[in-house]
């Protein structure tokens, strides 16, 4: 395998930057700022959170079918690149798309048939390193790799939410294709595959099996959380109306029933989904499940809370869609440079406290900000809420990085890419759980109690920054 050379470094990870450019515009300022346009107020949220859930799906299926494909590809071009530039070519035809909808249903499509081709691109672009990087370079490619999926936080905030804001949708649309198809053209022309001489003979299924397994998962923990959900959520209400109105009680029945639901959603779909992906390994590897629910858990609340951001600072500050995107891209950029600056420091970090109690303390700050993100409901003050975003994004940078570094520690040896495959679940689960739940939940509420429902769900985003530090007890450090 060729060394690489400074360069090299930046070539191979470039097209994460404009990946991760598309993913952030699209779920943190075109999304809801378009869903706020189609959907009618008192369902906004139940509807964006039902369009990320479904997109996510798709995820899930194409994005291990594609780098499952490329790793039995013979093209003489390479075994990854031609995935990644007809997935972005086909990602700028479905930007097109999204600029060209004209109701909810239009969207929804387009934003399912990105998802589709964004994932086309995904899943071969994970090959890279460990195609083209030695070893002993492996370290610095992954630290290139992750400071271009944090800048566009950043980027995205400073300047595509500024043009949505200005009431330039189409012209922001336009930047992150034309951002995008720069990256790829980088990517085809600089970075040198050597094509694959002959197709591997292991075969394709039994691991789309295994990723079906995660779907199922995913609908067992879905099952067993309106479940537990609706019945602690009646209980909830049964007391509650006792002792008060019919209106505060389905208020409350609601918001402990959501609360509820979260919880058993990820406990049931981890342990369903890693026994339906890894058998009866998973009883034996009790602390890789563990990691995988303390996974589910965190990013549940820190992607869920991201995409509520926009419909919560309209509300609680009196805003236009215009001034929210503006708004959310400003709190955006300043919670992605905590973000940045705190997984740069994580490596030095985890040395010396280790890498289990980071996650611990990751997930104990992050809970910690949330509950200060809740007084701004009722009393709304800007400076609050960046305190919070920036408590928040010191949190999520300590966590993404320990908690990967903790899972790599887990995994049997030589089975890394099988096991740590089952994170997925943890990826796409995370808005499954938190958007499908907390938007219905929400909306909801909010038609009782105007704005009760986003502190119902932020407290139900605390609980879980709080329960992931709890998982924690159930995991002990080293392989098994």
């Known amino acids: 395998m060729k060394r690489l050379r400074w360069y090299d470094y930046i070539t191979i990870n470039l097209f994460w930057l404009g990946l991760n450019i598309r993913n952030t515009a699209l779920g943190s300022i075109f999304m809801p700022y378009l869903v706020g346009i189609f959907a009618p107020e008192a369902i906004k949220n139940t509807a964006l959170g039902a369009m990320r859930s479904a997109g996510l799906v ?54 399912l048939l990105i998802q589709f081709s964004s994932n086309i691109s995904h899943g071969p672009l994970q090959g890279l390193i460990p195609d083209l990087v030695p070893e002993d370079q492996r370290g610095r490619a992954s630290a290139i790799k992750a400071i271009m999926e944090l800048l566009p936080i950043i980027l995205v905030g400073l300047t595509i939410a500024k043009m949505v804001g200005a009431g330039q949708l189409d012209w922001a649309i336009f930047a992150t294709g034309l951002s995008l198809l720069v990256v790829t053209l980088i990517t085809v022309i600089f970075v040198k595959e050597t094509p694959l001489q002959e197709k591997p003979t292991s075969p394709f299924w039994p691991p789309m099996v295994r990723v079906l397994g995660m779907l199922g998962g995913l609908l067992v923990g ?19 109306r006792m002792l008060g109105s019919q209106s505060t009680a389905i208020a409350v029945g609601v918001g402990v029933g959501g609360a509820v639901a979260m919880i058993v959603a990820v406990v049931a779909g981890v342990w369903a989904g890693c026994l339906g992906t890894l058998g009866q390994e998973a009883r034996k590897q009790q602390s890789f499940v563990w990691w995988i629910a303390n996974r589910l858990m965190f990013l549940a609340a820190a992607t869920s809370l991201q995409g509520s951001i926009f419909y919560f600072v309209m509300y609680a500050f009196k805003l236009t869609n215009e001034e929210a995107s503006s708004l959310t891209g400003t709190l955006t950029s300043v919670i992605g440079i905590f973000i940045l600056i705190s997984a740069l420091a994580s490596g030095w970090l985890s040395d010396r406290l280790g890498r289990k109690r980071l996650v611990l303390i990751s997930g104990i700050v992050a809970a910690a900000g949330n509950v200060l993100l809740l007084i701004t409901i009722w009393i709304p003050n800007l400076t609050i809420v960046y ?94």
């Open 58 to 111: 798709i995820a899930m299926l194409v994005q291990p079918a594609a780098g499952l494909l490329s790793d039995r590809s013979t093209s003489r071009f390479g075994r990854r690149r031609p995935y990644i530039l007809v997935g972005a070519l086909f990602d700028c035809l479905f930007l097109a798309a999204i600029a060209l909808s004209w109701n909810y249903w239009a969207l929804l499509i387009a934003i």
């Open 222 to 240: 879905g099952l067993a959380g309106v479940l537990g959900g609706g019945v602690m959520g009646g209980l909830a209400w049964m007391v509650t």
């Open 387 to 480: 305190i919070a975003g920036t408590i928040i994004g010191l949190a999520t940078g300590l966590f993404m990085t320990a908690n990967w570094a903790l899972g790599t520690d887990l995994v049997p040896a030589g089975e890394a890419g099988r096991y740590l495959g089952v994170s997925n679940l943890a990826g796409a689960g995370a808005g499954i759980v938190g958007a499908g739940i907390g938007g219905l939940v929400a909306d909801t509420i909010n038609r009782y109690y105007m704005g009760l429902g986003y502190f119902a769900i932020f407290a139900a985003y605390a609980i879980l920054f709080a329960l992931s530090a709890v998982t924690l007890v159930g995991l002990r450090e080293g392989k098994k």
